[in-house]
């Protein structure tokens, strides 16, 4: 399988504790993106790396959230010291680069659980 | 600022019944409008685009148009099938955003009985 993929697909952890998700993109896609989603919404962009370098940030994305794209291959999404509200699903895309137009081929997400 | 609305769902609808999911949006610009479909225990896959206005995006029988008069893009079919039970989100990305980056609606859940 070639496309978009994440690993863990779903984590169980305690408020306070650190997580750390992974995403590797389609081999030949420069940019990454994550965004995350919550029940019953769509999904919403948190950051966007082209190689290794991370362009743009969301205000949602706050400073317990980092991610790293170290090679410009795949990344990772670290969330320090969880709380509850931070549960959601969490997606990870790759494209080309080139025009804006360019297809955005997603991951199936990582789900986290605060308890 | 940029944001996308959709019609709330779940909708449900008979088999072979035809589909319309109304999306409108606000934007700076001249934004790309997509469709992405989200099937259970699936990942967001691309259903259509139009990139500029009065195009139409269609795929797999869906059809919508680029109508910037209206600031719509709504999703039809003429007859949909149990197999199009799904998630529905609308999205744009704006022409200035050269990183690309999605913005989506909240969604609307289909359901298609047989």
């Known amino acids: 399988d070639t496309g978009v993929s994440q690993n863990p697909r779903h984590k169980i952890t305690k408020r306070g504790q650190n997580v750390t998700f992974r995403c590797d993109p389609i081999?030949?896609?420069?940019?990454l993106y994550w965004y995350r989603q919550t029940l019953g919404q769509g999904p919403e962009f948190l950051t966007y790396f082209q190689n290794e370098a991370q362009l743009e940030k969301s205000r949602l994305l706050s400073d317990r959230f980092s991610a790293e794209r170290p090679k410009g291959s795949f990344s990772t999404l670290e969330i320090q010291r969880t709380e509850q509200g931070d549960s959601a699903m969490y997606l990870c895309a790759s494209s080309p680069s080139g025009t804006t137009h360019n297809e955005q081929f997603f991951g199936p997400g990582t789900r986290l659980t605060v308890l | 600022g940029n944001s996308v609305t959709q019609m709330e769902g779940p909708v449900t609808l008979s088999e072979e019944a035809f589909l319309t999911i109304n999306c409108t949006y606000t934007?700076?610009?001249?934004?790309?409008l997509f469709w992405y479909v989200q099937y259970p225990g699936e990942g967001l896959q691309l259903l259509l685009k139009a990139t500029k206005a009065d195009d139409k995006g269609s795929n797999k029988g869906f059809e919508a148009t680029y109508r910037k008069e209206t600031t719509s893009f709504h999703l039809e079919k003429g007859s949909v099938q149990v197999s199009d039970s799904a998630v529905y989100f609308c999205?744009?990305?704006?022409?200035?955003?050269?990183?690309?980056?999605?913005?989506f609606g909240q969604g609307t859940e289909l359901s298609v009985k047989p």
């Open positions: 081999s030949e896609h420069n940019r």
């Open positions: 999205a744009l990305k704006t022409s200035n955003n050269q990183g690309g980056k999605l913005i």
């Open positions: 934007a700076t610009g001249y934004p790309s």
